[in-house]
């Protein structure tokens, strides 16, 4: 035992038959190969039978097989050594190196690969549409085909007071024309503290509606008191944008389509109460597809790609920028892959 020989197989003998063994030497020489092998070993058979945790840490040291580096005991001139880890260290190391000399080139692949960049400025066309709709408080959506959208009655009452100079009844009546006028002039302004937001005021829908009367005179004056209701109609923004915008695209040309966020509406009085005519006005974007672009430009020299792309159609815009590499001129490039810039 002590030339270390049979301290491997007193180990696989003890994990074969579920074994607790442990050593009991005053060697040191044998108690460091024991451990070194996975088995406890102790100096005195008291710490053998009362130190627990000698045991744990001997049960996890790892086995070596064979003799530890160094001279081997009754084998003088040969030396034991760990020829078979180095070995295996240089073989990861050459197998490192060879995954890292592969992978250079493909990076420098990735990173010279031809590629296109394209800019395009889509041409832009303004459209307008004037339309005729009726504002029925009776509708609960919008009709396209009247054309009609819901409204709203909108209703305020208050009182009046108006004094001219005069007491006869030439001056009532010039006191009472003045109070009507203002009352219609500021109908309007008084009905839009009413709406909800989202509403607009159906212009000339407006109504001023007298209910009271009363004249007293005083001090050569003529004094008015009256009651008196406004009422009015209001539609919803979105109703009339809904509306509007079909009309809009019907008056683009082919390979345009409309850019929501540009529409804009103004409202003016139509023929009748209760119509208003609406004139909208929007802007269409011409429509690219990418993907067909990107088809038609694959394999093109730099020139004719950049010629072909800035070349107008319905669907293209006439202004386009393409940028390559200086040094890719000469190089059938693969499929670029277009940026669409609106």
């Given at each position: 035992m002590r030339g270390g020989v049979d301290?491997?197989?007193?180990?696989?003998?003890?994990?074969?038959?579920?074994?607790?063994?442990?050593?009991?030497?005053?060697?040191?020489?044998?108690?460091?190969?024991?451990?070194?092998?996975?088995?406890?070993?102790?100096?005195?058979?008291?710490?053998?039978?009362?130190?627990?945790?000698?045991?744990?840490?001997?049960?996890?040291?790892?086995?070596?097989?064979?003799?530890?580096?160094?001279?081997?005991?009754?084998?003088?001139?040969?030396?034991a050594t760990f020829g078979r880890s180095r070995s295996l260290a240089r073989a990861l190391f050459l197998l490192l190196a060879v995954a890292l000399f592969a992978a250079l080139p493909l990076a420098a692949a990735l990173y010279f690969l031809p590629r296109a960049?394209?800019?395009?400025?889509?041409?832009?066309?303004?459209?307008?549409?004037?339309?005729?709709?009726?504002?029925?408080?009776?509708l609960a959506a919008t009709d396209f085909a009247a054309p009609a959208i819901p409204a709203r009655a909108v209703q305020l009452g208050l009182t009046w007071e108006a004094t001219g100079p005069g007491t006869n009844a030439a001056a009532r009546q010039q006191v009472r024309a003045l109070a009507l006028q203002a009352l219609n002039a500021g109908a309007a302004d008084r009905l839009a503290g009413r709406l909800a937001p989202g509403e607009e005021l159906v212009p000339g829908a407006t109504q001023v509606t007298v209910s009271e009367e009363a004249f007293t005179t005083g001090g050569g004056d003529t004094r008015l008191t009256l009651a008196a209701e406004l009422t009015g109609l209001a539609v919803a923004a979105a109703d009339v944008h809904r509306l509007a915008f079909p009309q809009l695209a019907r008056a683009l040309p082919a390979g345009y389509a409309l850019d929501p966020a540009t529409l804009t509406t103004q409202l003016e009085?139509?023929?009748a109460p209760g119509r208003l005519l609406v004139t909208a006005?929007?802007?269409?974007?011409?429509?690219?597809?990418?993907?067909?672009?990107?088809a038609q430009l694959a394999g093109q020299r730099l020139g004719e790609a950049a010629a072909s792309a800035g070349r107008p159609s319905p669907g293209r815009a006439a202004h386009a920028r393409l940028g390559w590499p200086g040094w890719l001129g000469l190089v059938r490039p693969p499929a670029p892959r277009p940026a669409h810039h609106c």
């Open positions: 301290l491997p197989l007193l180990r696989r003998l003890a994990d074969r038959e579920r074994l607790e063994v442990g050593l009991v030497t005053t060697d040191r020489d044998l108690a460091r190969r024991a451990r070194a092998v996975g088995l406890p070993a102790f100096s005195s058979l008291a710490l053998a039978e009362h130190y627990r945790p000698g045991w744990w840490r001997g049960r996890r040291r790892a086995e070596r097989l064979g003799f530890p580096p160094g001279p081997i005991p009754d084998h003088p001139g040969a030396i960049t394209i800019t395009l400025r889509p041409t832009s066309q303004p459209a307008q549409a004037i339309v005729e709709v009726t504002a029925d408080p009776a009085a139509g023929r006005q929007a802007t269409g974007r011409a429509q690219l597809d990418p993907a067909a672009l990107a």
